[in-house]
């Protein structure tokens, strides 16, 4: 029996070779990914029973994709199969001062169509301890938001934790509400916010004096951003921020902070160079807080835990974190070598 859950869409993603720019040759790598499957996947592989919720065509595609989600022990029994088609996003990988790029096509995908009442929550929830969702569904449609809410409310009501990832994705704001209109009724019902400083300022309509460009950024303005998320929304119990301070697109900072209402956790720093793959990161940090939370000694092992697990998401092609526990918690000693290990 799933002890968490995550719901949200579920994408074909397809990638030029190497750093090509997209159709510089008529090759795509193809892999599957998304935001809450990434988080149900990397959960997995640390072990936690986790089950994914989606809506995928009855399909080729779609079969495709619930076996690839299933190989690595996610439970895939309340996968919807609906609608006519699997959503795409392509994605170039940034070099030097050119950044990574996303296109999508996913209008009229399958979970675009879904609608409250579509998935049977009770029994969803049924032994349920923990549920995560992100800011990406409900920007998908008036119906995904309607069903994301549906879905948190019965969280509340049955004693679930709920935890949002706030990720803002401006190309998908478009069915007729704003993204702090929608998302700031969904984060009433969360108990961890999770995000980055863009994240905070365009979901939640919460602004911060930072600025991201300049590669290097100033703690103490998260911890005044921390403090207004925690004073505008008084049911969280926490909110996590990561900090990027991208030197160029292979040469990127990472770090994150945590604050409750009582402390204020400021993660070890660790420079990555020559990144691989930097999709899928903050999803890595996501899943690695919740493990943190559900099964580490303190709020701050826990942070550190998910930006070392993320860190080494950087180093992995693909969304999927294949990372394990013990490789965190290795990195997280202090081992930054890569020496071979026999």
């Given at each position: 029996?799933a002890?968490?859950?995550?719901?949200?869409?579920?994408?074909l993603?397809?990638s030029?070779p190497?750093?090509e720019v997209?159709l510089q040759?008529?090759?795509?790598?193809?892999t599957f990914?998304?935001?809450e499957a990434n988080v149900a996947?990397s959960?997995a592989?640390?072990?936690?029973?986790?089950s994914?919720?989606?809506?995928v065509?009855a399909?080729?595609?779609?079969?495709?994709m619930v076996?690839e989600?299933?190989k690595?022990?996610?439970?895939?029994?309340h996968?919807?199969?609906?609608?006519?088609r699997?959503g795409i996003?392509f994605t170039?990988?940034?070099a030097?001062m050119r950044?990574?790029?996303v296109v999508y096509?996913r209008a009229?995908s399958?979970?675009a169509?879904?609608?409250p009442?579509d998935?049977d929550?009770d029994?969803?929830f049924?032994?349920?301890?923990w549920?995560?969702?992100?800011?990406?569904?409900?920007?998908?449609?008036?119906?995904t938001?309607?069903v994301?809410?549906?879905?948190?409310k019965?969280?509340?009501?049955?004693?679930i934790?709920v935890?949002c990832?706030?990720?803002?994705?401006?190309?998908?704001?478009?069915w007729?509400?704003s993204a702090?209109?929608?998302?700031g009724?969904i984060v009433?019902?969360?108990?961890?916010a999770i995000?980055?400083?863009e994240?905070c300022?365009?979901s939640l309509g919460i602004?911060?004096?930072?600025d991201v460009?300049?590669?290097e950024?100033?703690?103490e303005?998260?911890?005044?951003l921390?403090?207004k998320v925690?004073?505008a929304?008084p049911?969280?119990?926490?909110i996590?921020?990561?900090l990027r301070?991208?030197h160029?697109?292979?040469d990127?900072?990472w770090?994150a902070?945590?604050?409750?209402?009582e402390?204020f956790?400021?993660s070890?720093k660790?420079?990555?160079?020559?990144?691989?793959?930097r999709?899928g990161?903050g999803?890595s940090?996501a899943?690695g807080?919740?493990?943190g939370?559900?099964?580490?000694?303190?709020?701050?092992?826990a942070?550190?835990?998910?930006?070392?697990?993320?860190?080494l998401k950087?180093?992995i092609?693909?969304?999927?974190?294949y990372?394990s526990?013990?490789?965190a918690?290795?990195?997280?000693?202090?081992?930054?070598?890569g020496?071979v290990?026999?």
């Amino acid at each position: 029996m799933a002890k968490i859950v995550t719901f949200g869409e579920i994408m074909l993603r397809l990638s030029p070779p190497d750093h090509e720019v997209i159709l510089q040759s008529p090759v795509f790598e193809a892999t599957f990914g998304g935001a809450e499957a990434n988080v149900a996947v990397s959960l997995a592989n640390l072990g936690e029973d986790v089950s994914y919720v989606t809506a995928v065509p009855a399909n080729v595609l779609g079969d495709a994709m619930v076996r690839e989600v299933r190989k690595f022990g996610v439970c895939t029994r309340h996968i919807r199969r609906s609608g006519e088609r699997l959503g795409i996003y392509f994605t170039e990988k940034g070099a030097c001062m050119r950044p990574s790029k996303v296109v999508y096509d996913r209008a009229h995908s399958s979970i675009a169509d879904v609608k409250p009442g579509d998935f049977d929550w009770d029994a969803i929830f049924d032994g349920v301890e923990w549920f995560h969702v992100t800011g990406i569904t409900p920007a998908i449609a008036k119906g995904t938001a309607e069903v994301t809410i549906e879905a948190v409310k019965k969280c509340k009501e049955k004693g679930i934790t709920v935890s949002c990832d706030l990720n803002f994705r401006k190309k998908l704001w478009k069915w007729g509400k704003s993204a702090p209109e929608v998302m700031g009724e969904i984060v009433q019902y969360a108990d961890l916010a999770i995000g980055n400083e863009e994240d905070c300022q365009h979901s939640l309509g919460i602004q911060a004096d930072i600025d991201v460009t300049k590669g290097e950024l100033d703690v103490e303005q998260y911890k005044k951003l921390t403090d207004k998320v925690l004073k505008a929304f008084p049911n969280l119990e926490r909110i996590a921020i990561t900090l990027r301070e991208s030197h160029s697109a292979d040469d990127n900072d990472w770090s994150a902070v945590l604050a409750d209402r009582e402390n204020f956790y400021v993660s070890r720093k660790y420079p990555i160079r020559d990144i691989v793959d930097r999709v899928g990161g903050g999803d890595s940090f996501a899943a690695g807080l919740i493990y943190g939370l559900r099964n580490l000694s303190s709020p701050k092992e826990a942070l550190e835990f998910a930006v070392a697990f993320s860190a080494l998401k950087h180093t992995i092609p693909g969304d999927f974190n294949y990372a394990s526990k013990e490789d965190a918690f290795t990195l997280m000693k202090g081992d930054v070598s890569g020496r071979v290990q026999r």
